[in-house]
């Protein structure tokens, strides 16, 4: 059976909702049904749903909330991401602390908006996760920035820590994708989460750092 295209041509990006409440489901299944180019696949109330629509469906990008009932957003992207079906998870929430932001990257989200955001940046962002970019909201993004300026020194998660001494290595994304045996995509992410907390713009920098740190 073949995936149908838009009236472009373009096989659209599938997408399954995660989300408790109902009116927001339906405010997003509205919002991304009025594009040519994203199509919204599945929807669930909760994380052990997610997973079971998400195994059985196999979409493109997982919108996912965070507080939800049963098996929030940040175990059912854990689970989600063990199984390796090529998934990609967006995290949508109301949340902009730091911590749930780090255990959301550590799980394997991608990306991190927020629900305050304009619609169109929900748009863009799923848009650049089927890229291979890793969109975070400039507020989560500040999170990440407070949590290093309030330490005197940089709290990297250990899988960030590995990331930057590969980066360090001279290792490209695919390859250090292969060496953690994660996706290319979840290195993506993490180096997105490791060069706002520790204050660089590139990769360079970000080998420079890691050198002058002991990584």
């Given at each position: ?192 989460s490791a060069f706002a907390r520790i204050g660089v713009a590139d990769r360079t920098q970000a080998a420079l750092w890691a050198e002058r740190n002991g990584l």
């Open positions: 059976m073949t995936t149908p295209t838009n009236v472009q041509g373009t096989v659209p990006i599938r997408v399954v909702l995660v989300d408790d409440h109902a009116v927001i489901r339906a405010g997003l299944e509205q919002l991304l049904g009025g594009t040519d180019d994203i199509e919204v696949v599945g929807t669930a109330a909760n994380g052990a749903e997610a997973l079971d629509v998400v195994r059985r469906i196999k979409p493109d990008v997982v919108l996912m909330d965070l507080q939800m009932p049963e098996v929030d957003g940040v175990a059912a992207t854990r689970a989600i991401m063990s199984e390796r079906l090529g998934v990609d998870v967006l995290v949508l929430t109301s949340f902009s602390d730091s911590e749930r932001i780090i255990a959301a990257l550590d799980a394997g989200a991608v990306g991190y908006l927020l629900k305050d955001a304009d619609p169109d940046d929900v748009l863009q962002g799923i848009r650049a996760v089927s890229r291979g970019e890793s969109p975070i909201h400039p507020k989560a993004a500040r999170a990440l920035l407070g949590t290093r300026a309030g330490s005197p020194q940089v709290q990297l998660t250990a899988r960030e820590t590995e990331v930057l001494t590969l980066v360090r290595e001279g290792l490209a994304n695919k390859q250090i994708a292969r060496r953690l045996d994660i996706s290319e995509r979840t290195v993506k992410a993490h180096l997105t």
